[in-house]
């Protein structure tokens, strides 16, 4: 096992927590209520999964949401492609829209996105939804997709990024980098992030080869290392781009979310189901 003995549990096996799915994507735990959501795209659901229950259907329609997280009131946010837009679902359970536009122009279809701990969202706005089957039959608006930051007051939408096809995205623990994967090209991006929370000096951190769709999703443990969705599995970087190793999966993954009390539980959705694995490493609390 060698550098992967202090990250994957001894013993741990990938196991299947709910399948029969369409296109499952954008898992997020949910400390509060101890349960994870996920969702299906095609599906146009959001699924939630409580290990004592189940599995239960949590917003339908929902948009056709891709990723999920939540922002620092725990409330759920919300990656719509269908509506193109970043939502929140607030206590009453309406949808508020976060960001639709640019410039007066609709997004592309939002991707994922992430909570910087000033209440900064940060999004990505790839045109994958752009079609029947994972959002709308309609066309860009914009030029560009881009990576984009609302201001805590949501007063401001800023892109920060345009020169990729953005599609996961996380912040290393301390918040000075921002990780994106550029699809398109089978590699990660990383970004120093400013004061303000601008991004700047955008290089490659690392490539992941052997798909067409991926690298997808990506997490980081609360030492640095960075774990993204891949050919093969979860692929484990260290915070200098080496892999370190990668967790068999048996379908080709899209997203991954830390979870349970310790946050020490991989969950990850991939394609027609969602599976889970016991880490020794443990996530940072969404």
């Not at 929140?88 to 609709?106: F, M, P, V």
């Not at 000033?118 to 039959?137: E, H, K, M, Q």
């Not at 560009?144 to 345009?162: K, N, Q, T």
């Not at 640095?224 to 915070?239: E, K, N, S, Y």
């Amino acid at each position: 096992m060698g550098a992967m003995s202090n990250i994957v549990a001894k013993d741990a096996r990938v196991e299947v927590i709910g399948s029969g799915f369409f296109f499952t994507e954008g898992p997020v735990w949910d400390a509060a209520q101890g349960c994870l959501y996920f969702s299906d795209i095609p599906a146009n659901a959001i699924h939630q999964w409580q290990p004592d229950s189940g599995l239960a259907v949590f917003r339908t329609p929902s948009g056709k949401s891709n990723g999920l997280t939540r922002d620092r009131e725990g409330r759920l946010l919300v990656c719509e492609h269908a509506g193109r837009r970043v939502s929140r679902i607030d206590s009453d359970g309406n949808a508020k829209t976060l960001a639709s536009h640019y410039k007066g122009r609709r997004l592309n279809s939002p991707n994922d996105l992430v909570v910087k701990s000033d209440g900064s969202i940060y999004f990505t706005d790839p045109p994958y939804g752009l079609n029947p089957t994972f959002g709308v039959a309609e066309s860009p608006e914009l030029d560009f997709a881009g990576v984009y930051r609302v201001a805590p007051d949501g007063s401001e939408i800023a892109v920060l990024a345009d020169n990729c096809t953005p599609n996961g995205l996380a912040f290393s623990p301390d918040e000075k980098r921002l990780y994106v994967a550029d699809t398109e090209q089978n590699h990660l991006l990383v970004y120093d992030v400013g004061p303000d929370g601008g991004l700047f000096g955008g290089r490659v951190f690392a490539s992941i080869p052997g798909s067409s769709l991926a690298p997808d999703g990506i997490k980081v443990d609360r030492e640095g290392r960075v774990f993204v969705t891949g050919a093969g599995g979860v692929w484990i970087l260290d915070p200098g781009g080496d892999c370190l190793g990668i967790i068999p999966v048996p379908e080709l993954p899209a997203n991954l979310a830390w979870g349970d009390a310790d946050w020490s539980t991989l969950y990850i959705t991939a394609r027609t189901s969602v599976y889970r694995i016991r880490m020794e490493t443990a996530g940072l609390p969404v």
